[in-house]
């Protein structure tokens, strides 16, 4: 089956240095999304990616489709305290309206 | 604000129960999930589903079962509850309208003992 593989799988910063993570795929994808999930809490969307080279910004954050289709990037920067969390890729599954996840990058922040 | 309700946050459980994880949702959405997060595995989907009465096995169907008799309610039920199946279970919805743009619930963390 399709499989995502998420680097790195943790991530120790400090406060207000910028974060890059990555994900890769062993098919192509026509959609890329980026979720996070707050601890205690279900994951929620971030940023969605349609389109091969797509740069895309929510705030702080930027997410790439990668030009292979095999690949996204999401970056943060300036990182704060409420950016710890795990962050998962995600993209459509085999059938209609189904997502498969990677294993998640997940982001401590010492203050 | 719409909502995905799991019905409780944690849950323990005896090996060889049969246990019922509940998940509501209010936005009218066609679709349900139920995903199971271990760590350093990220979501695996179990089982989901289009439309009441319909259910289709996800990646990790082995040991559940799933129930859809109302369009906001999907229960995830583990018939013979094994300490394997000690997780975080995620309910998600969503809507041929919203693309990918998957809502998910808190989760139930389920420890089988």
């Known amino acids: 089956g399709q499989q995502l593989n998420q680097s790195p799988q943790s991530m120790f910063i400090q406060e207000g240095e910028d974060v890059s993570m990555n994900c890769t795929s062993s098919?192509?994808?026509?959609?890329w999304l980026w979720y996070k999930q707050d601890p205690g809490e279900g994951p929620v969307l971030l940023i969605a990616l349609y389109k091969a080279g797509e740069l895309t910004s929510n705030g702080r954050l930027t997410a790439q489709f990668g030009i292979t289709r095999k690949d996204s990037f999401l970056n943060i920067s300036a990182s704060i305290p409420s950016d710890v969390g795990i962050y998962f890729c995600?993209?459509?599954?085999?059938?209609?309206?189904?997502?498969?996840f990677g294993q998640g990058t997940r982001l401590t922040i010492n203050p | 604000d719409v909502k995905v309700t799991q019905s409780s946050r944690y849950l323990v459980k005896r090996t060889g129960e049969k246990v019922f994880l509940e998940c509501v949702q209010d936005m009218d959405h066609e679709n349900m999930f139920w995903y199971r997060q271990d760590p350093g595995l990220g979501l695996r989907l179990i089982y989901f589903s289009y439309d009441v009465k319909m259910k289709e096995k996800g990646d990790i169907p082995e040991g559940y079962s799933v129930s859809r008799e109302k369009k906001e309610r999907f229960s995830l039920i583990l018939e013979s509850a094994s300490t394997n199946q000690t997780s975080m279970y995620l309910c998600?919805?969503?809507?041929?309208?919203?693309?990918?743009?998957?809502?998910f619930g808190s989760g139930t963390r389920l420890t089988v003992v």
């Open positions: 995600a993209g459509p599954g085999q059938g209609a309206q189904k997502l498969v």
């Open positions: 098919s192509i994808f026509n959609t």
């Open positions: 998600a919805s969503s809507s041929p309208g919203t693309g990918y743009g998957y809502t």
